[in-house]
């Protein structure tokens, strides 16, 4: 069955970095476009970041853009969100998720893993 | 971009229909039809419940419809059941490229 499994979460400084991890296991990882979604506190959900399934196109929000980078290695099925740059604003659960449609994407997502709090605070 | 609009909470009794609004503009949900609706239990990842405005993913109970009219869409939840409460939360894309989520909706079985 397909999964997907956030890592590297946790508690950092306001300005430090942090990068975040996303294994995937039950599917053709290369034929699918994953994203970033992230949740504070008690808020709703926020987009973060695209990267196509061959990992040459990427899209941000605008409120990480220039800061957040998202990549991902296609052997061994892992995405990556490098935070740089972090405020508190950016405390939330975040969540990789997979786009439905494969050799694409159409913005919305059928899998998703039980996200990783990230921590913003001094 | 800003976030879709979605009331804070919907109540609703054990067989009830309810329907949660969702509202944006011409540039995202007006504009496009790729609206899409998750339900998200406490403590837990979302999960899609209606994707391209009405189109329901295989497993999702026919309890659930999605439609759209100008610039706002809606989820209809029929025959509401306890399980039924959770939050749900819109989402469109937009005329530059990404993707915005509404504010999220309280569904409460009374």
Redesign the interface.
Known sequence: QVQLVESGGGVVQPGRSLTLSCAASGFIFSSYSMHWVRQAPGKGLEWVALISYHGSQKRYGDSVKGRFTISRDNSKNTIFLQMNSLRAEDTAVYFCARDDYSAGWKYYFDQWGQGTLVTVSS | ?S?LTQPASVPGSPGQSITISCTGTSSDVGGHN?V?W?QQHAG?????MI??VSNR?SGVSSRFSGSKSGNTASLTISGLQADDEADY?C?S?TSS????????TKVTVL
Not at chain 2, 44 to 48: E, G, I, R
Not at chain 2, 97 to 104: A, D, E, N, R
């Open positions: 971009q976030a790729s899409s998750y837990k990842a979302p999960k899609l994707y391209e993913p939360h989402s894309y490229g990404s993707l915005v989520f509404g504010t999220g």
